[in-house]
């Protein structure tokens, strides 16, 4: 959390600097609409989970949540309550568990550095689908965001019920030229970058999966990792390649189970 905290001050410091300095950072800029998107309809992402520390996750296994490093404290962290089978945060009929054990990645430092990605094990099955790791083929065209966090930047609220929006991906050359006019280093082969200006992920988001849609079912391609704001024109939302670490996942995950 300190990391998180830290590395979040150090963006909003970058971004700061940025709509101080930039001549571009007109009035439009301010109607950031994240997730840009539309409520999601009960049952469209089964696998979907909310995390109590105001992450998102995804079930890899019937006991295992894929989530951001950056998410969870560390490897001991026993205190999360998982929520699944439900758009609606409050709604009846949720499925819960707790963690009983975090597996970070062990590369680990802060989100701008790549090995963005944790599993909680949770102490029962939740009883809902699992979605599957895509591999490199499937980072193209249009993937799918979902979270229940901010519906834009400037407001600090979290959504009730879960949302999602269609967005393009970019590639790594134009992520990386963007990143580093504010003198962040994007680390490309652990990195995947989408969205465009008002159709993003933001905070609260982070953890949540990026998704491609594969005939009838999903894959995962991406975890919700960073940016520099949220729906920014030029700053498209940062997401852990899933493909990079699809081994070390599946068999963390094999582990847990
Ligand atoms: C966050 O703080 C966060 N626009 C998540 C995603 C993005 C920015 C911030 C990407 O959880």
Same mark, same amino acid.
């Given at each position: 959390?300190?990391?998180? /905290?830290?590395?979040?001050?150090? $963006?909003?410091? /970058?971004? !700061?600097?940025?709509?101080?300095?930039?001549?571009?950072? !007109?009035?439009?800029?301010?109607?950031? *609409?994240?997730? #840009?998107? &539309?409520?999601?309809?009960?049952?469209?992402?089964?696998?979907?989970?909310?995390?109590?520390?105001?992450?998102?996750?995804?079930?890899?296994?019937?006991?295992?949540?894929?989530?951001?490093?950056?998410?969870?404290?560390?490897?001991?962290?026993?205190?999360?309550?998982?929520?699944? #089978?439900?758009? &609606?945060?409050?709604?009846?009929?949720?499925?819960?568990?707790?963690?009983?054990?975090?597996?970070?990645?062990? #590369?680990?430092?802060?989100?701008?550095?790549?090995?963005?990605?944790?599993?909680?094990?949770? &102490?029962?099955?939740?009883?809902?689908?699992? $979605? =599957?790791? #895509?591999?490199?083929?499937?980072?193209?065209?249009?993937?799918?965001?979902?979270?229940?966090? @901010?519906?834009?930047?400037?407001?600090?609220? @979290?959504?009730?019920? $879960?949302?999602?929006?269609?967005?393009?991906?970019?590639?790594?050359?134009?992520?990386?030229?963007?990143?580093?006019?504010?003198? *962040?280093?994007?680390?490309?082969?652990?990195?995947?970058?989408?969205?465009?200006?008002?159709?993003?992920?933001?905070?609260?988001?982070?953890?949540?999966? $990026?998704?491609?849609?594969?005939? =009838?079912?999903?894959?995962?391609?991406?975890?919700?990792?960073?940016?520099?704001?949220?729906?920014?024109?030029?700053?498209?939302?940062?997401?852990?390649?899933?493909?990079?670490?699809?081994?070390?996942?599946?068999?963390?995950?094999?582990?847990? !189970?």
């Amino acid at each position: 959390m300190v990391r998180k /905290v830290a590395s979040l001050v150090t $963006l909003a410091i /970058v971004a !700061s600097v940025l709509s101080a300095s930039q001549v571009g950072a !007109s009035a439009q800029d301010d109607a950031r *609409v994240v997730v #840009g998107g &539309d409520p999601a309809p009960q049952g469209k992402f089964p696998w979907m989970v909310r995390l109590s520390m105001g992450c998102g996750g995804a079930l890899t296994a019937p006991r295992v949540v894929l989530t951001a490093a950056h998410c969870v404290a560390g490897s001991g962290d026993k205190s999360i309550t998982v929520l699944g #089978g439900v758009t &609606d945060l409050k709604a009846k009929g949720a499925h819960t568990a707790r963690s009983v054990k975090v597996v970070r990645a062990p #590369g680990f430092r802060d989100e701008t550095h790549g090995d963005d990605w944790a599993l909680v094990k949770l &102490d029962r099955e939740l009883g809902l689908p699992t $979605l =599957s790791l #895509g591999r490199a083929a499937d980072e193209k065209g249009a993937l799918t965001i979902m979270g229940w966090g @901010q519906t834009s930047e400037a407001s600090a609220q @979290q959504q009730q019920k $879960l949302r999602y929006a269609s967005v393009p991906v970019v590639s790594d050359a134009d992520c990386a030229a963007a990143y580093r006019k504010v003198d *962040v280093n994007l680390v490309k082969n652990e990195s995947l970058c989408a969205g465009k200006k008002g159709v993003d992920t933001c905070q609260g988001d982070s953890g949540g999966p $990026l998704v491609r849609q594969k005939g =009838s079912s999903w894959v995962q391609v991406g975890i919700v990792s960073w940016g520099l704001g949220c729906a920014r024109k030029g700053y498209p939302g940062v997401y852990t390649q899933v493909s990079t670490f699809r081994d070390a996942i599946r068999s963390a995950t094999r582990k847990l !189970s």
